[in-house]
């Protein structure tokens, strides 16, 4: 009995994944992606009201559709795993920084790898609920410093010297 109490505690320390933080990413927009779910949702119907009981199936391309908005959706994001960083479509992975520059008067973060890539986190792309502009810059400034926190904690576990 107790070796299942144990492999149950290790599953569920396991099954911890990596921090999101929710990150706009430039160059990504939802609205062809949302237009594209209307026209096929629309033809699946029509196919289905005109070729029989049977293309109801084609409602599953609409059902696939939304899966990937919903998997788009979520490259608009920043990942904090424990050996990478995703923001966006783009990753790093720690053990290639080369330098990493907290700008804390602008609130920018800039990770350069080994190979000269430029990864970016800057405060004014988190975004907030807020609608006073004090409260606004509290909230990007609090989740600017959580990431900064988190992501440099990776980066002085691997190596330490490349934090300036």
Do not use: H
């Not at 609205?31 to 029989?52: D, R």
């Not at 795993?81 to 966006?88: E, P």
Request: proline letters at 3%; a positive charge.
């Amino acid at each position: 009995m107790p070796i299942c109490q144990s492999s149950v505690i290790l599953i569920i320390m396991e099954t911890k994944g990596p921090a999101a933080f929710k990150y706009k990413v430039e160059g990504s927009s939802n609205a062809t992606l949302v237009v594209v779910l209307i026209v096929a949702l629309f033809g699946s119907i029509v196919c289905a009201a005109n070729f029989g009981a049977w293309l109801l199936l084609g409602l599953l391309l609409p059902v696939g559709i939304v899966i990937y908005l919903v998997r788009k959706g979520m490259r608009k994001s920043l990942l904090i795993a424990s050996r990478y960083l995703i923001v966006g479509e783009q990753i790093i992975y720690y053990g290639t920084v080369a330098k990493a520059q907290l700008d804390r008067q602008r609130q920018v973060l800039t990770l350069i790898s080994e190979k000269g890539k430029r990864l970016t986190i800057e405060a004014e792309k988190f975004p907030t609920n807020a609608r006073k502009d004090f409260k606004i810059k509290a909230n990007k400034t609090a989740k600017f410093d959580k990431v900064c926190e988190k992501v440099l904690t990776k980066l002085s576990g691997v190596t330490p010297e490349i934090i300036g």
